[in-house]
T-cell receptor
Framework: AQSVTQPDIHITVSEGASLELRCNYS??????LFWYVQSPGQGLQLLLK??????LVQGIKGFEAEFKRSQSSFNLRKPSVHWSDAAEYFC???????????FGTGTRLKVLA | DVKVTQSSRYLVKRTGEKVFLECVQD?????MFWYRQDPGLGLRLIYF???????EKGDIPEGYSVSREKKERFSLILESASTNQTSMYLC????????????FGNGTRLTVT
Protein backbone atom coordinates (compact mmCIF):
# COMPACT_ATOMS: atom_id res chain seq x y z
CA ALA A 1 0.00 0.00 0.00
CA GLN A 2 1.11 3.54 -0.63
CA SER A 3 2.29 5.49 2.38
CA VAL A 4 4.10 8.67 3.29
CA THR A 5 6.22 9.03 6.41
CA GLN A 6 7.37 12.27 7.93
CA PRO A 7 9.48 11.03 10.82
CA ASP A 8 9.84 14.37 12.59
CA ILE A 9 6.70 15.65 14.29
CA HIS A 10 8.36 18.83 15.56
CA ILE A 11 11.53 20.61 14.51
CA THR A 12 13.00 23.74 16.08
CA VAL A 13 15.66 25.79 14.34
CA SER A 14 17.17 29.21 14.90
CA GLU A 15 16.48 31.97 12.44
CA GLY A 16 19.16 31.96 9.76
CA ALA A 17 19.99 28.29 10.22
CA SER A 18 19.54 25.71 7.50
CA LEU A 19 16.56 23.39 7.44
CA GLU A 20 15.86 19.90 6.19
CA LEU A 21 12.49 18.20 6.59
CA ARG A 22 12.35 14.52 5.84
CA CYS A 23 9.81 12.65 3.76
CA ASN A 24 9.86 8.99 2.82
CA TYR A 25 7.29 7.30 0.66
CA SER A 26 6.31 3.80 -0.24
CA UNK A 27 5.11 3.26 -3.78
CA UNK A 28 5.85 0.75 -6.53
CA UNK A 29 6.82 3.29 -9.16
CA UNK A 30 7.79 6.94 -9.17
CA UNK A 31 4.84 8.86 -7.81
CA UNK A 32 4.03 12.51 -8.09
CA LEU A 33 5.54 14.25 -5.05
CA PHE A 34 4.48 17.46 -3.39
CA TRP A 35 5.34 19.62 -0.42
CA TYR A 36 2.71 21.88 1.11
CA VAL A 37 2.91 24.43 3.91
CA GLN A 38 0.11 25.34 6.30
CA SER A 39 0.30 28.51 8.34
CA PRO A 40 -1.86 28.71 11.48
CA GLY A 41 -5.54 28.97 10.64
CA GLN A 42 -4.93 28.62 6.93
CA GLY A 43 -5.31 26.02 4.25
CA LEU A 44 -2.39 24.30 2.57
CA GLN A 45 -0.24 26.12 0.06
CA LEU A 46 1.83 24.31 -2.55
CA LEU A 47 5.59 24.84 -2.10
CA LEU A 48 6.88 22.62 -4.90
CA LYS A 49 6.22 19.46 -6.87
CA UNK A 50 8.15 16.73 -8.65
CA UNK A 51 6.95 14.56 -11.51
CA UNK A 52 10.02 13.65 -13.52
CA UNK A 53 13.30 15.02 -14.82
CA UNK A 54 15.76 16.95 -12.69
CA UNK A 55 15.69 15.48 -9.22
CA LEU A 56 16.38 18.83 -7.53
CA VAL A 57 13.24 20.93 -7.58
CA GLN A 58 12.98 24.61 -6.75
CA GLY A 59 9.88 26.01 -5.12
CA ILE A 60 8.48 29.18 -3.70
CA LYS A 61 9.80 31.04 -0.64
CA GLY A 62 13.35 29.79 -1.24
CA PHE A 63 12.57 26.12 -0.66
CA GLU A 64 13.96 23.22 -2.64
CA ALA A 65 13.53 19.45 -2.50
CA GLU A 66 15.53 16.55 -3.80
CA PHE A 67 14.03 13.32 -5.07
CA LYS A 68 16.18 10.27 -4.30
CA ARG A 69 14.75 7.16 -5.88
CA SER A 70 17.18 4.79 -4.16
CA GLN A 71 16.10 6.07 -0.75
CA SER A 72 12.43 6.66 -1.61
CA SER A 73 12.84 10.12 -0.17
CA PHE A 74 11.81 13.64 -1.08
CA ASN A 75 13.36 15.89 1.57
CA LEU A 76 12.61 19.59 1.75
CA ARG A 77 15.44 22.05 2.36
CA LYS A 78 16.02 25.72 2.88
CA PRO A 79 19.50 27.23 3.36
CA SER A 80 18.45 30.02 5.73
CA VAL A 81 15.19 29.95 7.67
CA HIS A 82 13.16 33.07 8.35
CA TRP A 83 10.82 33.55 11.31
CA SER A 84 7.88 33.61 8.86
CA ASP A 85 8.65 30.00 7.89
CA ALA A 86 7.19 28.78 11.17
CA ALA A 87 4.31 26.57 10.05
CA GLU A 88 3.36 22.97 9.48
CA TYR A 89 4.75 21.19 6.45
CA PHE A 90 3.15 18.28 4.66
CA CYS A 91 4.64 15.91 2.17
CA UNK A 92 2.18 14.28 -0.24
CA UNK A 93 2.29 11.53 -2.81
CA UNK A 94 0.01 11.27 -5.80
CA UNK A 95 -0.31 7.95 -7.53
CA UNK A 96 -0.21 8.35 -11.31
CA UNK A 97 -3.51 7.35 -12.87
CA UNK A 98 -5.56 7.92 -9.74
CA UNK A 99 -7.29 10.84 -8.07
CA UNK A 100 -5.80 10.04 -4.71
CA UNK A 101 -3.14 11.83 -2.78
CA UNK A 102 -1.58 10.39 0.36
CA PHE A 103 -0.45 12.95 2.90
CA GLY A 104 2.12 12.58 5.62
CA THR A 105 1.19 13.49 9.16
CA GLY A 106 3.10 16.75 8.98
CA THR A 107 6.14 18.36 10.59
CA ARG A 108 5.61 21.44 12.71
CA LEU A 109 8.46 23.92 12.38
CA LYS A 110 9.29 26.38 15.14
CA VAL A 111 11.77 29.16 14.45
CA LEU A 112 13.71 30.77 17.28
CA ALA A 113 14.60 34.43 16.99
CA ASP B 1 -4.43 32.61 -8.74
CA VAL B 2 -6.88 29.87 -7.95
CA LYS B 3 -9.25 30.79 -5.20
CA VAL B 4 -11.05 28.15 -3.18
CA THR B 5 -13.51 29.62 -0.73
CA GLN B 6 -15.06 27.82 2.17
CA SER B 7 -18.15 29.59 3.43
CA SER B 8 -17.42 29.33 7.15
CA ARG B 9 -14.17 29.48 9.11
CA TYR B 10 -15.75 28.30 12.35
CA LEU B 11 -18.95 26.37 13.01
CA VAL B 12 -20.46 25.09 16.24
CA LYS B 13 -23.26 22.57 15.91
CA ARG B 14 -25.16 20.27 18.22
CA THR B 15 -25.15 16.50 18.09
CA GLY B 16 -27.75 15.22 15.66
CA GLU B 17 -27.93 18.37 13.55
CA LYS B 18 -27.60 18.23 9.79
CA VAL B 19 -24.57 20.27 8.80
CA PHE B 20 -23.65 21.72 5.42
CA LEU B 21 -20.11 22.80 4.56
CA GLU B 22 -19.86 24.76 1.35
CA CYS B 23 -16.91 25.18 -0.98
CA VAL B 24 -16.62 27.25 -4.14
CA GLN B 25 -13.72 27.45 -6.58
CA ASP B 26 -13.27 30.03 -9.31
CA UNK B 27 -10.92 28.30 -11.76
CA UNK B 28 -13.28 25.96 -13.59
CA UNK B 29 -11.56 22.93 -12.09
CA UNK B 30 -13.11 19.57 -12.80
CA UNK B 31 -11.93 17.85 -9.63
CA MET B 32 -12.89 18.80 -6.10
CA PHE B 33 -12.07 17.15 -2.80
CA TRP B 34 -13.08 17.18 0.86
CA TYR B 35 -10.46 16.30 3.45
CA ARG B 36 -10.58 16.04 7.18
CA GLN B 37 -7.52 17.13 9.16
CA ASP B 38 -6.85 15.88 12.68
CA PRO B 39 -3.65 16.25 14.74
CA GLY B 40 -1.28 13.35 14.22
CA LEU B 41 -3.39 11.89 11.42
CA GLY B 42 -2.61 14.29 8.61
CA LEU B 43 -5.23 14.77 5.92
CA ARG B 44 -7.72 12.06 5.19
CA LEU B 45 -9.90 12.05 2.09
CA ILE B 46 -13.64 11.98 2.73
CA TYR B 47 -15.04 12.32 -0.80
CA PHE B 48 -13.96 13.63 -4.14
CA UNK B 49 -15.81 14.64 -7.25
CA UNK B 50 -14.31 14.37 -10.71
CA UNK B 51 -17.13 16.18 -12.47
CA UNK B 52 -20.58 17.64 -11.90
CA UNK B 53 -22.87 15.12 -10.23
CA UNK B 54 -20.01 12.60 -10.11
CA UNK B 55 -18.51 11.55 -6.82
CA GLU B 56 -16.44 8.83 -5.27
CA LYS B 57 -15.88 7.80 -1.70
CA GLY B 58 -12.54 8.48 -0.17
CA ASP B 59 -10.98 6.76 2.81
CA ILE B 60 -13.42 7.88 5.52
CA PRO B 61 -16.86 8.51 3.96
CA GLU B 62 -18.95 7.12 6.81
CA GLY B 63 -21.30 9.71 8.25
CA TYR B 64 -20.80 12.09 5.32
CA SER B 65 -22.36 12.74 1.95
CA VAL B 66 -21.61 15.27 -0.78
CA SER B 67 -23.35 17.21 -3.47
CA ARG B 68 -22.01 18.73 -6.68
CA GLU B 69 -24.77 20.27 -8.72
CA LYS B 70 -22.57 22.94 -10.30
CA LYS B 71 -18.97 22.72 -11.38
CA GLU B 72 -17.75 25.43 -9.05
CA ARG B 73 -19.49 24.25 -5.88
CA PHE B 74 -18.90 21.14 -3.77
CA SER B 75 -20.83 20.65 -0.56
CA LEU B 76 -20.07 18.31 2.30
CA ILE B 77 -23.04 17.15 4.35
CA LEU B 78 -23.01 15.66 7.80
CA GLU B 79 -26.36 13.91 7.95
CA SER B 80 -26.44 13.72 11.74
CA ALA B 81 -23.47 15.38 13.36
CA SER B 82 -21.63 13.55 16.08
CA THR B 83 -18.92 14.67 18.47
CA ASN B 84 -16.33 12.51 16.70
CA GLN B 85 -16.83 14.68 13.62
CA THR B 86 -15.33 17.65 15.43
CA SER B 87 -12.41 18.49 13.17
CA MET B 88 -10.89 20.81 10.59
CA TYR B 89 -12.41 20.31 7.15
CA LEU B 90 -10.46 21.31 4.06
CA CYS B 91 -11.82 21.65 0.56
CA UNK B 92 -9.51 21.47 -2.45
CA UNK B 93 -9.76 21.63 -6.20
CA UNK B 94 -7.49 20.85 -9.11
CA UNK B 95 -7.48 20.87 -12.86
CA UNK B 96 -7.77 17.68 -14.86
CA UNK B 97 -4.48 15.87 -15.01
CA UNK B 98 -3.12 13.50 -12.43
CA UNK B 99 -0.03 15.62 -11.90
CA UNK B 100 -2.00 18.77 -11.19
CA UNK B 101 -1.55 20.01 -7.64
CA UNK B 102 -4.36 20.56 -5.19
CA UNK B 103 -5.46 24.08 -4.33
CA PHE B 104 -6.91 24.38 -0.83
CA GLY B 105 -9.40 26.61 0.88
CA ASN B 106 -8.66 28.03 4.33
CA GLY B 107 -10.62 25.35 6.11
CA THR B 108 -13.69 25.15 8.32
CA ARG B 109 -13.18 24.26 11.94
CA LEU B 110 -16.28 22.39 13.04
CA THR B 111 -17.11 21.74 16.67
CA VAL B 112 -19.95 19.38 17.50
CA THR B 113 -21.19 19.61 21.07
Amino acid sequence: AQSVTQPDIHITVSEGASLELRCNYSYGATPYLFWYVQSPGQGLQLLLKYFSGDTLVQGIKGFEAEFKRSQSSFNLRKPSVHWSDAAEYFCAVGAPGTYKYIFGTGTRLKVLA
Amino acid sequence: DVKVTQSSRYLVKRTGEKVFLECVQDMDHENMFWYRQDPGLGLRLIYFSYDVKMKEKGDIPEGYSVSREKKERFSLILESASTNQTSMYLCASRATGFNSPLHFGNGTRLTVT
